[in-house]
């Protein structure tokens, strides 16, 4: 509909300058039928006296949307015509937009307090998202710190926004900045909250955990409420801004790479424009505020599984090879950032590298040897001249096997992961040691194999040559109490002896 002064101007022109309904059109740069419609309306209408005058098949319904406004002023439109709907609506959702624009109670300006912080107080924390930067099918992550008072900068991309490298993420910061802010400000992140119904916040345990390990309190900012945590939001506006335009990365390690010289030469030294001062320079005040590190926090992810028939294990949409005797056996997976290592109790039987692609098989052409000369059928008889190989223990063992109770297929399998985990060398040992105890069975090898594993990890015991920690126990005299209690003066024998001491 056209403004109120140009339905006036028509009627002027055609009434007072008696102007044809075409020299007005081509005047005002009108469609002509516009020009006839006010002319015969005879009447200049505003935007809402139009809507009121036109029929409206919405209009039948306006106390059903006044009672829905009123009982939330935020329900959407299109919320709105679902229940609409029900009721018998057939219109489209155009015409309702357009009728809560005019009836829609306003909201009020909310006014906003400068949040202030201590040095050392908070930290802020969030992700940015900068898509499938590689064209692997994974995005790339940007974790971001923000320390409130100084506002110096840690950032780190990844692959992945996973707790573990949530955690990690964390620690790499902490040691960037030296120390543990005393509280870490949070969005509503799936691994940091668990839960939250309104003003009640329920933390990840596996969260807290970590939180009380490092002596911070976790505080989750409340629902649609950016401005609580704007020094971090602002950081990451800032470096999609600062940093990103214009750069090419060959990979991770090089986007990684780009992102800490930027981070040392621009980021940290720039006047800030909150509060024109240079982070770096005041987080040389803050730093002592910082709760120290402790001992570095164990951030790998870890899984147990059992190896597939192609002596694989699946993990992040990948498969890792592990030497093929191990096959349906239960093994442990670690993996960090750089590294997938799979354990057998514990010792690890194959370590890669990490592939951060999606469906790749990784192998290890090692895994294999053996395999291709195990003739069909033939394997328990290798398996049993292989195991009586090892030494005179091993060919011992083997003679009491068949009279025990266990599948000996079963026990020859085990016997096989045995030997190729800990060594021959090892599994032999133990045989000899099973046969001096008198029992018989993998059970009992693989237990003595751990203690002996775990005793060669062991630190030596520590000793203490400082000659004061060895000064001989001195008895007090119980008789200095008594006359302390009774409020007497010390005996003459007592006050001798404490002279002659």
């Not at 009672?67 to 309702?96: C, E, H, M, W």
């Not at 514990?346 to 003739?375: F, T």
């Not at 195991?387 to 009491?400: P, R």
């Not at 003066?489 to 002659?500: C, D, G, T, V």
Request: charged share 25%; net charge neutral; glycine share 6%.
């Amino acid at each position: 509909m056209i403004d109120p002064a140009t339905q006036a101007e028509i009627l002027r022109l055609h009434f007072s300058e008696k102007k044809s309904q075409r020299a007005i059109a081509f005047d005002l740069e009108l469609n002509r039928k516009t020009v006839v419609g006010v002319i015969r309306r005879r009447a200049v209408l505003d935007a809402l006296s139009a809507t009121t005058l036109r029929p409206s098949i919405l209009q039948p319904f306006y106390d059903q949307i006044e009672q829905f406004l009123k009982n939330d002023p935020d329900r959407s439109a299109v919320n709105i015509l679902q229940s609409l709907r029900l009721l018998g609506y057939t219109g489209g959702v155009s015409i309702l937009k357009d009728y809560l624009r005019t009836c829609r109670p306003a909201s009020e300006p909310k006014a906003f307090l400068s949040l202030e912080f201590l040095p050392g107080q908070t930290a802020q924390v969030d992700w940015g998202d900068f898509g499938d930067v590689f064209g692997i099918g994974r995005k790339v992550w940007c974790f971001v710190m923000v320390l409130c008072w100084s506002r110096l900068l840690y950032l780190e991309f990844t692959l992945s926004a996973n707790f573990e490298s949530f955690l990690r993420c964390h620690e790499h910061a902490f040691d960037f900045f030296g120390g543990v802010s005393h509280e870490c400000w949070y969005d509503n992140l799936a691994t940091a909250v668990a839960e939250r119904r309104g003003r009640l916040v329920r933390f990840n345990p596996r969260f807290l955990v970590y939180t009380g390990t490092r002596g911070f309190r976790p505080i989750a900012c409340n629902l649609a409420a950016g401005w609580e945590k704007g020094r971090v939001e602002d950081g990451v506006k800032y470096i999609k801004q600062n940093f990103w335009p214009g750069r090419s990365f060959a990979d991770l390690d090089d986007l990684n790479e780009q992102a800490l010289v930027w981070r040392d030469q621009f980021a940290g030294k720039r006047t800030h424009a909150a509060t024109r001062k240079i982070p770096e320079l005041s987080f040389q005040e803050e730093k002592s505020q910082l709760h120290p590190l402790r001992e570095p926090y164990d951030c790998d992810e870890v899984r147990t599984m059992t190896v597939s028939p192609q002596f694989r294990v699946s993990f992040d949409s990948n498969e890792y090879s592990v030497p093929w005797r191990l096959v349906n056996t239960a093994v442990t997976l670690r993996a960090n950032q750089n590294n997938v290592s799979i354990a057998y109790g514990n010792r690890c039987v194959a370590s890669h590298d990490r592939c951060w692609k999606k469906n790749e098989a990784i192998k290890n052409l090692r895994h294999e040897d053996g395999l291709r000369e195990e003739k069909p059928g033939a394997q328990p008889d290798a398996d049993l001249q292989a195991i009586g190989s090892i030494g005179a223990s091993a060919k011992q063992y083997l003679e009491f096997l068949p009279a025990q109770t266990h599948s000996l297929r079963s026990e020859i399998k085990r016997l096989m992961v045995l030997i190729t985990v800990f060594g021959a060398e090892a599994v032999e040992a133990v045989m000899g040691k099973a046969i001096a105890g008198g029992v018989v069975g993998h059970a009992h090898l693989e237990r003595w194999l751990d203690q002996s594993a775990s005793i060669e990890k062991k630190p030596p015991p520590l000793t203490l040559n400082d000659s004061r920690l060895v000064l001989p126990h001195q008895t007090p005299d119980l008789r200095s109490y008594d006359s302390r209690l009774l409020e007497a003066e010390p005996s003459e024998e007592i006050q001798k002896e404490k002279a002659h001491s």
